[in-house]
């Protein structure tokens, strides 16, 4: 079954502010835990140390659109692409992360997903908000 879900919080922050401090690889472990507690960057490439082992995280080029698509790779070269945008919506911005549910994933996976998503995004709030 082909299932997906769009999980977004509203942040009072102007969406090139908050686009500025997504995009950046280095500010992950601030606020996204599902990737782990520490990245870094090897010859132009980011990698972080996570539950799953060594990940590869690589976010789109920069853009005017507020994309900020990335691929997260695993070390056995699996990879999850995860589309998400910034939204200017007044003064501040919508996040949208689109989570797409894989074909393997367990109904407890996929929830557990969803809940480590909206933390990430909880946390993201909190410190743009500050």
């Given at each position: ?20 401090y ?38 789109v ?70």
């Amino acid at each position: 079954m082909i299932e997906s879900q769009h999980l977004s919080t509203y942040i009072e922050r102007p969406a090139a502010e908050a686009y500025a401090y997504i995009a950046n690889p280095a500010n992950l472990p601030n606020w996204a835990t599902g990737l782990g507690q520490s990245i870094e960057q090897r010859n132009g490439r980011w990698f972080a140390e996570s539950p799953m082992g060594e990940i590869e995280v690589a976010f789109v080029p920069e853009n005017p659109y507020f994309v900020l698509d990335h691929d997260v790779t695993l070390s056995d070269g699996t990879t999850f692409k995860n589309p998400m945008r910034v939204i200017a919506h007044g003064a501040g911005c919508d996040v949208v992360f689109t989570l797409q549910r894989r074909s393997d994933q367990s109904d407890d996976e996929y929830e557990e997903d969803t809940t480590t998503i909206r933390t990430d995004l909880a946390t993201l709030k909190r410190l743009l908000e500050r």
